[in-house]
């Protein structure tokens, strides 16, 4: 048996040259180390503050150790934490009640990450198109957007339009076609008789945080009605109080059939999704056709209804509409200040760096550096997700951040 070196690992180079040894280089992060975290602050190795602007891309809608997730979390530690699906435990009902109940569904497929959750709805749509509307096996079509983000398995990729995701990776999964996000023609001039489904995140994180025009998503309801297609919208980064609401669907007032949640489902503290809608959809599913040995543990469970305990407050979908109302008002003051634009809803924001100015991440480094975490996306782009425990002062501190690096 081979003994396991110890190390004596105190700075922060130490543990980067430790992850660039031994990790595989699928991210290229910031050379930030951090040990601990609380609230909307995080505190690396050598003890060094940062205002965390990110929030894991929405994980940590909550904050850092949140106290009602911690205590939820101890107290199924004590107890039980995985049983596999052969089994029921006592969380596992109780969470898709609860969760159901607050998304205004019926049925909840409780899976880990946000890609099993996109997959397991392809999965989903494919086999209503066959069993319920009738489309010839094998044949089933679904509409997704240019520039999307749902993940990266193989078959996500496959309708990626990212090389960057896609590169050396194929061959791809058929059965998707690829429209320009926005544009509600290309949709419907995409539907034919084999279409399943029309794929859709009703803001795009990861092209830079942006919003469709007014009445996108609405007219994809209504195309999808006309149809007979179902509407899926991923919402695993912009759902469960994000963007002010607790759908960014709601904005337009309209509901899909099916969603795709993640990220923050979890707290910030494992890996939890879940796709939700009805049980005329959901309920294609039969034993053994689809599964996960962790999906729906009793741990996850148990962080699940204590998330879903939050957000039925309301509080959160409040604090993201105020506060997120006063960061774009901060942000748009920058606008001509090596700002170019600002985009977004509630506390989720994307500054487009104007021409001239820093990239992406020199401008992230730069803002590391005065103790506010951010990262760039498409280059030009920062995304600013702070968690939603955040206060007026400290987005001011990080909106102040952002001035000094990109002005000029």
């Known amino acids: 048996m081979t003994a396991i070196a110890e190390h004596n690992t105190t700075t922060s180079a130490e543990y980067v040259a430790l992850d660039e040894e031994w990790s595989t280089h699928n991210y290229h992060p910031l050379p930030v180390v951090i040990a601990e975290g609380e609230g909307a602050w995080v505190t690396d190795v050598e003890g060094r503050r940062y205002l965390d602007f990110l929030s894991g891309y929405s994980s940590l809608n909550f904050g850092h150790r949140h106290p009602e997730l911690i205590a939820a979390t101890v107290d199924q ?38 890609a099993e959750a996109v997959e397991s709805a392809i999965k ?3 086999k209503w198109a066959y069993q319920v509307k009738g489309v010839p096996s094998g044949t089933a079509e679904i509409v997704v957007a240019g520039s999307n983000f749902h993940g990266r398995t193989t078959t996500i990729v496959s309708f990626s339009t990212d090389e960057t995701a896609r590169q050396d990776f194929g061959p791809f999964t058929p059965g998707f076609r690829v429209v320009k996000y926005g544009n509600l023609d290309e949709i419907a001039s995409a539907i034919t008789p084999n279409t399943a489904a029309v794929l859709i995140e009703p803001i795009q994180g990861e092209a830079g945080v942006v919003v469709p025009p ?16 179902l509407m899926i919208c991923d919402e695993i980064q912009s759902g469960l109080a994000r963007t002010g609401e607790l759908f960014a669907l ?16 979890g707290g910030g503290i494992m ?3 879940a796709v939700v809608g009805s049980r005329a959809v959901l309920g294609v599913l039969r034993p053994g056709e689809h599964g996960s040995t962790f999906g729906g543990n009793p741990l996850a469970c148990a962080i699940g209804r204590a998330v879903v ?40 924001a994307g500054v487009e760096i104007a ?19 951010c990262k760039e996306t498409q280059a030009t782009t920062l995304r600013v997700a702070p968690p939603l425990v955040i206060t007026r002062d400290e987005i001011d501190m990080g909106v102040e951040a952002i001035a000094a690096v990109l002005g000029r």
């Open 271 to 273: 890996p939890v999704s």
């Open 124 to 126: 989903v749509a494919r």
């Open 214 to 229: 007014a009445g996108y998503l609405a007219g994809i309801r209504r195309l999808c009605d006309e149809h007979n297609v």
């Open 355 to 373: 021409p001239g100015g820093p990239v992406g991440r020199v401008a992230s480094e730069a803002l590391a550096a005065r103790g506010v975490l």
């Open 77 to 114: 530690l004590n107890k039980v934490t995985l049983t596999s699906r052969a089994f029921h435990h006592d969380q596992f009902g109780l969470f898709c009640r609860e969760l159901a109940t607050l998304t205004g569904t019926e049925m909840v497929l409780a899976m880990n990450s946000g």
């Open 309 to 348: 305990r939050l957000l039925a407050t309301g509080e959160y979908q409040e604090r993201s509409r105020e506060l997120g109302g006063y960061l774009h008002t901060r942000l748009g003051s920058l606008v001509g200040r090596g700002v170019a634009e600002v985009r977004g809803r509630g506390l989720w």
């Open 250 to 265: 709601d904005h337009e007032g309209v509901r899909a059939d099916l969603y795709t949640l993640g990220k923050a489902l």
